[in-house]
């Protein structure tokens, strides 16, 4: 069974530039969970995709977006970066919607 | 506004002796309660879980207990191991949320 992953593994970009990230599900999970982790802190919920349609959004602007697609893998799409998006960004997936997450390694963003 | 918080940034226990990991909440509305180990350069693991409706749950060396009246949880570790050594994070949901809320988490060192 594979777990998930996520790519790329670090990414640099500069202010005002856009960026995808890219999560693979667990085998038979259909629910999948965006972070961002910044440096010393928790996790913070992004949102929450399931079934290909949004379910639950955080505290984050619309600059942040994201899909789902079919074989329910995702993207998370951050347009106009600032300095402060710098952060490992954590994809979670589930078998549904409040099961448990597993997470993957994180993509590492850094924005000069 | 952080509503899950771990106010013990590190915590240091010799290999063999009991580590304790406390996690306070403030939102009543809270019923899954989720504990994850995180080692650098990898995503968090899921370790725990309990239930509100529980207030103790054990699997292997991990236990969890819940006292909701305190808004309070916490993680044993018996005996801790120097594989133990990693940041460990306290995550709570709402009935029917994905969403989880992280705390800022505590790093666990194991010493020989």
């Known amino acids: 069974e594979t777990g998930v992953t996520q790519s790329p593994t670090h990414l640099i970009k500069t202010r005002g530039q856009q960026v995808t990230l890219r999560c693979s599900s667990q085998?038979?999970?259909?629910?999948v969970s965006w972070y961002q982790q910044a440096l010393g802190q928790g996790p913070q919920f992004i949102f929450q995709?399931?079934?290909?349609?949004?379910?639950g959004r955080g505290n984050f602007p619309p600059r942040f977006s994201g899909l789902q697609f079919p074989n329910y893998s995702s993207e998370l799409n951050v347009n106009a970066l600032e300095l402060d998006d710098s952060a490992l960004y954590l994809c979670?997936?589930?078998?549904?919607?409040?099961?448990?997450?597993?997470f993957g390694p994180g993509t590492r963003l850094t924005v000069l | 506004d952080q509503q899950v918080k771990q106010n013990s940034p590190s915590l240091s226990v010799q290999e063999g002796r009991i580590s304790i990991l406390n996690c306070d909440y403030t939102?009543?509305?809270?019923?899954?309660f989720l504990w994850y180990k995180k080692y650098p350069a990898e995503g968090p693991t899921f370790l725990i879980s309990?239930?509100?409706?529980?207030d103790k749950n054990e699997d292997g060396r991990f236990t969890v207990f819940l006292n909701k009246s305190a808004k309070h949880l916490s993680l044993h570790i018996v005996p801790s191991q120097p594989g133990d050594s990693a940041v460990y994070f306290c995550?709570?949901?709402?009935?029917?949320?994905?969403?989880?809320?992280f705390g800022a988490g505590t790093q666990v060192v194991v010493t020989p």
């Open positions: 979670a997936s589930s078998a549904d919607r409040v099961d448990t997450q597993y």
């Open positions: 085998s038979g999970h259909n629910t």
């Open positions: 995709y399931y079934r290909e349609e949004e379910n």
């Open positions: 939102n009543s509305m809270f019923d899954y």
């Open positions: 309990i239930s509100s409706i529980k």
């Open positions: 995550a709570a949901r709402k009935k029917g949320w994905g969403k989880l809320q």
